[in-house]
């Protein structure tokens, strides 16, 4: 799975790239779990972040069968759960890149169980060049119609901690 976090600088947003290379034989679904929710805990320590919220890409080319079967009711809604009720944070768009048939099934029985404030801000894309209508160019890599070369974030969490060690657990500097 490669997990990609850019700064929108227009709109002191963060933009999540998850792209569907997750290989549930090589690294499990428990820790799966645990790398999302620590970047995303990352993410919302930036004050700006947690005020303006986050618009997320998530590729799912290349997923096949076997992640489906981590698309139970209990998983489904713990996801749910976390991401809506126990972080703090603002989602302001939900771009699905790349959907198969099972995607689009999941889909259609997931949202009647959602609010009309959430499936409003789900956007499902077959093509890459829709997202260019959501995103400016320089914040996309290129293979997204977009102009960044290098998208790879290996050291997020490190230059990340950088960037937030005045915001201690003591609490954050107070912008307003």
Request: glycine share 6%; net charge positive; charged share 20%.
């Amino acid at each position: 799975m490669l997990l990609i976090v850019f700064k929108l600088p227009m709109q002191n947003r963060r933009k999540i790239l998850l792209q569907g290379k997750w290989n549930p034989n090589e690294l499990p679904f428990e820790d799966l779990k645990k790398i999302v929710l620590i970047t995303f805990l990352q993410l919302f320590r930036d004050p700006m972040t947690q005020i303006n919220g986050i618009k997320s890409i998530y590729d799912f080319a290349g997923t096949y069968f076997e992640h489906f079967k981590y698309g139970t009711p209990q998983n489904l809604y713990f996801l749910y759960h976390v991401a809506l009720c126990c972080v703090p944070g603002r989602y302001k768009e939900f771009h699905l890149l790349n959907p198969n048939p099972g995607l689009r099934v999941l889909w259609s029985i997931i949202k009647r169980f959602l609010y009309n404030k959430i499936i409003e801000r789900v956007f499902i894309h077959s093509d890459a060049k829709d997202i260019l209508k959501h995103f400016p160019k320089s914040v996309l890599p290129v293979q997204y119609g977009g102009e960044l070369l290098d998208m790879h974030a290996t050291n997020f969490l490190q230059r990340a901690n950088i960037e937030q060690k005045e915001n201690t657990v003591a609490g954050q500097l107070n912008f307003f």
